[in-house]
């Protein structure tokens, strides 16, 4: 089946600084999504990607949707402790509108 | 407006024991969907619902199965539970299939499996 590849797995940064992570795919999305979960919560959609090539940002977050359609990746500047928790990545699938999701980058701010 | 909601938050069962996971979607939302979080695999789809109708399904065996019901509440049931159902479970309402920037998840089910 269709998989994501989510990197990096997990990140401790120092507050202030800016992260990156990115997803890739072996197959064409014609959506990509980008989620932030918390613990003991379900995901929270951030940012939502419809066309190749589109930049778009939602505050301190910014987000790219790859121009073959296969990749995606998510900044995140100035980082704040409340950036803390899990980042996913997600491809629509174009016919079934499914999800399929990265495994997910682990963030860590410290202090 | 009240989010999506999953009852219950956290449940122990036994190998070969069956389980029943409820959810509540917004209000007004028709498409329900369910997944699977674990560690090793992620997040993982295990089907939608639909005005009362399955629209898809994952690769998951026949023990997971799934209604809804006319209020669009719906229920994920699965039986002869083995250890590696151990997750959280997680639903998603949106107003219509395929809305999934409006797509919103419940805090999910934790299920053990002893």
């Known amino acids: 089946g269709q998989q994501l590849n989510q990197s990096p797995q997990s990140m401790f940064i120092q507050e202030g600084e800016d992260v990156s992570m990115n997803c890739t795919s072996s197959?064409?999305?014609?959506?990509w999504l980008w989620y932030k979960q918390d613990p003991g919560e379900g995901p929270v959609l951030l940012i939502a990607l419809y066309k190749a090539g589109e930049l778009t940002s939602n505050g301190r977050l910014t987000a790219q949707f790859g121009i073959t359609r296969k990749d995606s990746f998510l900044n995140i500047s100035a980082s704040i402790p409340s950036d803390v928790g899990i980042y996913f990545c997600?491809?629509?699938?174009?016919?079934?509108?499914?999800?399929?999701f990265g495994s997910g980058t682990r963030l860590l701010v410290r202090p | 407006k009240a989010g999506v909601t999953q009852t219950p938050r956290y449940l122990i069962k036994t190998r070969g024991q069956q389980v029943t996971l409820s959810c509540s979607p917004i209000s007004g939302h028709r498409s329900v969907s369910w997944y699977q979080q674990t560690p090793g695999q992620g997040l993982q789809f295990l089907f939608e619902?639909?005005?009362?109708?399955?629209?898809n399904k994952g690769n998951f065996p026949g023990r997971f199965s799934g209604r809804q019901f006319s209020n669009s509440r719906s229920e994920m049931n699965v039986s002869t539970l083995e250890l590696g159902d151990s997750a959280l479970y997680l639903c998603?309402?949106?107003?219509?299939?395929?809305?999934?920037?409006?797509?919103?998840f419940g805090p999910g089910t934790r299920l053990t499996v002893t």
């Open positions: 997600a491809g629509e699938e174009d016919s079934s509108y499914k999800l399929i």
């Open positions: 998603a309402s949106s107003l219509v299939p395929g809305a999934s920037y409006e797509q919103y």
């Open positions: 197959s064409i999305f014609n959506t």
């Open positions: 619902y639909f005005s009362e109708t399955q629209r």
